[in-house]
């Protein structure tokens, strides 16, 4: 069968980014190269950046399926509790499921990638907007959005490991009150 059948471009663009994923899975996003993505998924370079753009490009959009796929996640988990709750829900399994995530997890110890990734995440509108309503947060503050990122990426950073149920402890008594 022919991978390109059909809605070239978007089967072209996926059959990409699943090799660009798996690659970055077990090489990391240090060592992601349109050579290799072109030789495993079985086109030229000049295929690859027709469809899926260059380095830049493919990574971002890891990024945004990958934060999709998290944003998923935590919308289900948290969508049956109470309004009251939700919000300290929504970080700590956020935090569970991206520490979890192939993808987030193949950053590793590189603080360069680590940046990439960070403003990748911080400078697209949609993950504020998904923060905000997965934690039922209102639409009308963005900057409530924007704390929720920040509070998940700080704790992803920096994981409180000194105290048992730390991090929960440190949302719940610090970051709850301010939303509350």
Not at 157 to 169: F, L, N, S
């Amino acid at each position: 069968m022919d991978w390109l059948a059909g809605d070239r471009h978007h089967n072209a663009r996926e059959r990409i980014y699943d090799a660009a994923g798996a690659l970055v899975e077990s090489r990391g996003f240090d060592r992601l190269s349109i050579d290799v993505i072109a030789r495993n998924v079985g086109c030229s370079r000049a295929t690859v950046y027709r469809h899926a753009g260059g380095i830049e490009a493919i990574r971002d959009a890891l990024l945004i399926r990958a934060t999709t796929q998290v944003a998923k996640t935590v919308a289900e988990s948290v969508r049956s509790l109470p309004e009251d709750e939700r919000m300290v829900a929504a970080i700590l399994m956020s935090l569970k499921v991206v520490r979890a995530h192939p993808v987030f997890a193949s950053v590793g110890s590189s603080t360069a990638t680590a940046r990439l990734i960070e403003q990748t995440l911080i400078g697209s509108p949609r993950i504020p907007a998904a923060a905000a309503t997965i934690a039922g947060l209102p639409g009308d503050d963005p900057l409530a959005a924007l704390w929720m990122v920040r509070v998940v990426l700080g704790l992803l950073y920096w994981p409180v490991t000194e105290i048992e149920g730390g991090e929960e402890a440190i949302v719940r008594r610090f970051v709850a009150p301010l939303f509350g």
